[in-house]
């Protein structure tokens, strides 16, 4: 529905067809990727707007389904308020200036199930200052943005280069017209070229040498037309070309100057026809008014090539020297007619090598000299037509459409490769992120950044890995999970009733307290150790420095740390000792945050918070394990309603796994899908596991194995993260791929994922295996596979 939203490889030029032409067809004779169809949202200006990026726009999406019908364009038009424009009803309508539009189209976008978002920017089109509103839309979609940039300032304001610069951060593939405009892209703005692709604006493709027909059809015959069209406004020049008339007329008094196009809708707005009527009247004063031909409208696309096919000169004595971006001049030339243009730099690409006659702006003298050159002999302006038609073979609509379904099909995210949780990742990366110290937080690429030392966080998640992996010799299980420990204990402060968290590379604290979340996560790892570590002599550790914890721990209030303290508890419950304090926790928590849920739901929103953060899925997981533990169904139904809701809000349109991104995190209103990190699949793969526990449901394990394939590329960017033969895992997934950085916090996110995931599947009994996707088994070097039979 079109009715508006209530407010809440190298860059190369597509010129011919090529050798690849077979391939790219062949791809999308087959529906593109696996036999599906390609869905893009378009998002311009769009007709019955009467602009030049509306009339592209709407070219593009009629081009591509003549050529390329297995392309599917969903078009999300700009407009503005009051236009009063009737849009097609299959048109989504984005008004301007109404932020909450762009998040909702997003929104729409992605539930949608598109494969690309491809939009045509232009700084006028958008709302907000230099039309910064469209990032409330790229920022919000979670398909590969693909963007034409129809204007490439070589001097931008600075919010002009803020909003290009944004939008730069998001594009994972980029369209320009000129290689000037890809220059600038690079140099200016630091884009990567290798993401920019230069295609020129498609053109009609017509017989050549049709003037006469056109001529006597519009009642021209004998006359010498020279032709500019398109929406008129100062920066047009025609002033230049009246000024020229008279000396053009001098020589050729059968010529006329045809002047096609209505006012600029925004210029009539603000000016009425001033501009008009003062070309008019400039006109009348140099005696030439009835040479001057108007037709004030603006025409659809087939009348208009009918009226330039009269023409014989076409003239565009633009003042904007900056104009990267002509589609009538791409007409003109595709059309086969002379040209006559100011430098203008798309007039300098297209017209390069004599393809038409450049002069310079401001001079209606040389005008006039160009012109009546071409008019004075019929051989050369025949020539220079031949010229031109010759030249507009490269952009006609057929090969505009085929490099554009070819930079769709770059711009989309590839298809994921399962793999299986069989197969067991290695070690590698973890050791090499860990030294006698402990595990270190960050890396640059995957060389470990000692800069930012250690954190409590990273070293208690890692002994968590030593308790369950089990491609480990029992001599190196020890070893680090001593190192481990011993970093975890030195955190303890019992002065101030807190674990320490940032320490430096020298070995000193960067603090006396550390955050309660990483509090809580100290506890969970304890209790996580004495449930799982074989070693009794670690267990027995874990248990003495729980209790002394328990014992001296300031009282903790945010719900994540209760949870993370809390699921701590219940592992330690779940060993079959009596603890009175580890139980009076988990009763705490769990009230607490059934309380939240209480007290925070509305229709919409089965949630504890009135925003969404990170590690969602634990507040869930904790209220399931309780309930289950102690017995206590109101807990476990409420912790399996919440985890369902976050898994929905969690899963693309698809059916893959898309994690709240981090942009969103603790921020109201629609979230935003990047950047997606590894703790998210972690704790949505654990909490499935605590699910199926407690209730036996086999949909829990099909949960859980598709979040798992996240790691391997069925994700909103089709790019694998997880290494299985080092066991490495990438930083998370980005708008523009991947964070090609791995910490800590990603390598075990992705480890625990692998052992909670294989040992919910031992779980399973051989018929209840049938029919869950748990990926097919590869050959990784390094890697072994376990067993769950």
């Given at each position: 529905?079109?009715?508006?939203?209530?407010?809440?490889a190298?860059?190369?030029r597509?010129?011919?067809?090529g050798?690849?032409t077979g391939?790219?067809?062949?791809?999308?004779?087959?529906?593109?990727?696996?036999?599906?169809?390609?869905?893009?949202?378009?998002?311009?200006?769009?007709?019955?707007?009467k602009?030049?990026?509306?009339?592209f726009?709407?070219?593009?999406?009629?081009?591509?389904?003549?050529?390329?019908?297995?392309?599917?364009?969903?078009?999300?038009?700009?407009?503005?308020?009051?236009?009063?424009l009737?849009?097609?009803?299959?048109?989504?309508?984005?008004?301007?200036?109404?932020?909450?539009?762009?998040a909702?189209?997003?929104?729409?976008?992605?539930?949608?199930?598109?494969?690309?978002?491809w939009?045509?920017?232009?700084?006028g089109?958008?709302?907000?200052r230099?039309?910064?509103?469209?990032?409330?839309?790229?920022?919000?979609?979670a398909?590969?943005?693909?963007?034409?940039?129809?204007?490439?300032?070589?001097?931008?304001?600075?919010?002009?280069?803020?909003?290009?610069?944004?939008?730069?951060?998001?594009c994972?593939?980029?369209?320009?017209?000129?290689?000037?405009?890809?220059?600038?892209?690079?140099?200016?703005?630091?884009a990567?070229?290798?993401?920019?692709?230069?295609?020129?604006?498609?053109?009609?493709?017509?017989?050549?040498?049709?003037?006469?027909a056109?001529?006597?059809?519009?009642g021209?015959?004998?006359?010498?037309v020279?032709?500019?069209?398109?929406?008129?406004?100062?920066?047009?020049?025609?002033e230049?070309?009246?000024?020229?008339?008279?000396?053009?007329?001098?020589?050729?008094?059968?010529a006329?100057?045809?002047?096609?196009?209505?006012?600029?809708?925004?210029?009539?707005a603000?000016?009425?026809?001033?501009y008009?009527?003062?070309?008019?009247?400039?006109?009348?004063?140099?005696?030439?008014?009835?040479?001057?031909l108007?037709?004030?409208?603006?025409l659809?696309?087939?009348?208009?090539?009918?009226?330039?096919?009269?023409?014989?000169?076409?003239?565009?004595?633009?003042?904007?020297?900056?104009?990267?971006?002509?589609?009538?001049?791409?007409?003109?030339?595709?059309?086969?007619?002379a040209?006559?243009?100011?430098?203008?730099?798309?007039?300098?690409e297209?017209?390069?090598?004599?393809?038409?006659?450049?002069?310079a702006d401001?001079?209606?003298?040389?005008?006039?000299?160009?012109?009546?050159?071409?008019?004075?002999?019929?051989k050369?302006?025949?020539?220079a037509?031949?010229?031109?038609?010759?030249?507009?073979?490269?952009t006609?609509?057929?090969?505009?459409?085929?490099?554009?379904?070819?930079?769709i099909?770059?711009t989309?995210?590839?298809?994921?490769?399962?793999?299986?949780?069989?197969?067991?990742?290695?070690?590698?990366?973890?050791?090499?992120?860990?030294?006698?110290?402990?595990m270190?937080?960050?890396s640059?690429?995957?060389?470990?950044?000692?800069?930012?030392?250690?954190?409590?966080?990273?070293?208690?998640?890692?002994?968590?890995?030593?308790?369950?992996?089990?491609?480990?010799?029992?001599?190196?299980?020890?070893?680090?999970?001593?190192?481990?420990a011993?970093?975890?204990?030195?955190?303890?402060n019992p002065d101030?009733?807190?674990?320490?968290?940032?320490?430096?590379?020298?070995?000193t604290?960067?603090?006396d307290?550390?955050?309660?979340?990483?509090?809580?996560?100290?506890?969970?790892?304890?209790?996580h150790?004495?449930?799982?570590h074989?070693?009794?002599?670690?267990?027995?550790w874990a248990?003495?420095?729980?209790?002394?914890?328990?014992?001296?721990?300031?009282?903790?209030?945010?719900?994540r740390?209760?949870?993370?303290?809390?699921?701590?508890?219940?592992?330690?419950?779940r060993?079959?000792?009596?603890?009175?304090?580890?139980?009076?926790?988990?009763?705490?928590?769990?009230?607490?945050?059934?309380?939240?849920?209480?007290?925070?739901?509305?229709?919409?929103?089965a949630?504890?918070?009135?925003?969404?953060?990170?590690?969602?899925?634990?507040?869930?997981?904790?209220?399931?394990?309780?309930g289950?533990?102690?017995?206590?169904?109101?807990?476990?139904?409420?912790?399996?309603?919440t985890?369902?809701?976050?898994?929905?809000?969690?899963?693309?349109?698809?059916?893959?796994?898309?994690?709240?991104?981090?942009?969103s995190?603790?921020?109201s209103?629609e979230?935003?899908p990047?950047?997606?990190?590894?703790?998210?699949?972690?704790?949505?793969?654990?909490?499935?596991?605590?699910?199926?526990?407690?209730?036996?449901?086999?949909?829990?394990?099909?949960?859980?194995?598709?979040?798992?394939?996240?790691?391997?590329?069925?994700?909103?960017?089709g790019?694998?993260?997880?290494?299985?033969?080092?066991?490495?895992?990438?930083d998370?997934?980005?708008?523009?791929?991947?964070?090609?950085?791995s910490?800590?916090?990603?390598?075990?996110?992705?480890?625990?994922?692998?052992?909670?995931?294989?040992?919910?599947?031992?779980?399973?009994q051989?018929?209840?295996?049938?029919g869950?996707?748990?990926?097919?088994?590869?050959?990784?070097?390094?890697?072994?596979?376990?067993?769950?039979?």
């Amino acid at each position: 529905m079109n009715e508006p939203f209530p407010a809440p490889a190298t860059s190369r030029r597509h010129t011919d067809p090529g050798p690849a032409t077979g391939d790219v067809l062949e791809f999308f004779a087959q529906g593109g990727k696996g036999g599906q169809r390609i869905r893009v949202a378009l998002v311009g200006t769009y007709a019955p707007r009467k602009c030049g990026i509306a009339t592209f726009t709407t070219d593009v999406r009629e081009k591509l389904a003549t050529y390329y019908p297995s392309i599917d364009v969903e078009v999300y038009a700009l407009d503005q308020a009051g236009s009063g424009l009737d849009y097609d009803p299959a048109i989504t309508i984005i008004r301007a200036e109404e932020p909450g539009d762009y998040a909702r189209a997003a929104r729409l976008i992605n539930e949608s199930g598109a494969d690309v978002v491809w939009v045509q920017h232009e700084f006028g089109i958008f709302g907000g200052r230099d039309g910064a509103l469209i990032r409330e839309l790229v920022d919000g979609v979670a398909a590969p943005v693909l963007a034409t940039f129809h204007t490439v300032l070589t001097c931008p304001s600075p919010s002009q280069r803020a909003v290009m610069e944004h939008l730069l951060t998001r594009c994972r593939r980029i369209m320009v017209m000129s290689q000037h405009g890809r220059d600038l892209l690079v140099d200016t703005y630091k884009a990567r070229r290798d993401v920019i692709e230069i295609i020129e604006h498609g053109a009609p493709d017509r017989p050549f040498g049709g003037e006469e027909a056109a001529r006597e059809r519009m009642g021209l015959n004998g006359r010498k037309v020279l032709t500019t069209f398109g929406l008129l406004g100062p920066g047009k020049g025609l002033e230049q070309v009246i000024e020229a008339m008279p000396a053009i007329l001098a020589r050729h008094p059968d010529a006329v100057y045809r002047i096609v196009g209505a006012t600029h809708p925004v210029l009539v707005a603000r000016d009425g026809e001033n501009y008009r009527e003062g070309l008019m009247a400039r006109a009348e004063a140099l005696g030439v008014a009835g040479h001057i031909l108007w037709d004030n409208r603006f025409l659809d696309t087939d009348e208009l090539l009918d009226q330039l096919e009269a023409c014989d000169i076409y003239v565009t004595p633009y003042h904007n020297l900056g104009q990267s971006t002509s589609g009538t001049l791409s007409y003109a030339v595709a059309m086969g007619k002379a040209l006559v243009s100011t430098p203008y730099i798309h007039a300098r690409e297209l017209l390069a090598d004599g393809v038409g006659c450049l002069i310079a702006d401001n001079a209606p003298a040389t005008i006039a000299k160009a012109v009546n050159d071409l008019l004075d002999d019929p051989k050369a302006l025949m020539n220079a037509k031949l010229k031109a038609y010759q030249r507009g073979r490269k952009t006609i609509w057929p090969l505009f459409a085929k490099a554009s379904a070819g930079l769709i099909r770059a711009t989309m995210a590839p298809s994921a490769r399962a793999v299986s949780p069989q197969v067991v990742p290695g070690m590698s990366a973890v050791f090499s992120m860990s030294d006698a110290t402990g595990m270190l937080q960050h890396s640059i690429g995957i060389v470990p950044d000692r800069r930012h030392g250690y954190c409590l966080d990273d070293n208690a998640r890692a002994l968590m890995l030593m308790n369950v992996a089990t491609s480990l010799s029992e001599s190196d299980r020890m070893r680090w999970s001593i190192i481990y420990a011993s970093f975890i204990q030195h955190a303890w402060n019992p002065d101030k009733g807190r674990f320490r968290n940032f320490m430096r590379f020298d070995r000193t604290w960067c603090e006396d307290e550390g955050s309660e979340d990483s509090n809580g996560r100290a506890l969970w790892a304890l209790g996580h150790t004495v449930e799982h570590h074989p070693a009794a002599d670690i267990r027995q550790w874990a248990r003495s420095l729980f209790d002394d914890v328990l014992d001296g721990i300031e009282p903790l209030r945010s719900p994540r740390a209760l949870a993370f303290a809390s699921l701590g508890g219940l592992a330690l419950l779940r060993t079959g000792v009596r603890h009175d304090k580890a139980h009076a926790l988990v009763q705490e928590s769990c009230a607490m945050l059934a309380h939240l849920v209480d007290v925070s739901r509305r229709p919409d929103w089965a949630w504890f918070e009135a925003v969404l953060g990170y590690d969602n899925p634990r507040l869930c997981q904790v209220l399931i394990e309780g309930g289950h533990a102690l017995g206590h169904k109101r807990w476990l139904d409420i912790g399996l309603e919440t985890l369902a809701w976050i898994n929905a809000c969690q899963t693309g349109v698809q059916g893959h796994f898309r994690p709240i991104g981090s942009e969103s995190f603790g921020k109201s209103g629609e979230w935003k899908p990047f950047d997606q990190q590894p703790l998210e699949a972690q704790a949505a793969i654990e909490a499935a596991h605590s699910a199926f526990v407690a209730t036996g449901d086999k949909v829990w394990v099909e949960q859980a194995a598709q979040v798992y394939q996240w790691f391997f590329g069925a994700n909103d960017r089709g790019i694998a993260l997880a290494d299985i033969a080092s066991g490495r895992c990438r930083d998370g997934v980005t708008p523009l791929g991947r964070n090609e950085n791995s910490g800590a916090e990603s390598i075990l996110a992705f480890q625990l994922s692998h052992y909670s995931l294989s040992q919910l599947l031992r779980k399973l009994q051989p018929q209840q295996i049938k029919g869950i996707q748990i990926g097919h088994t590869v050959e990784c070097p390094g890697a072994q596979s376990a067993s769950y039979s």
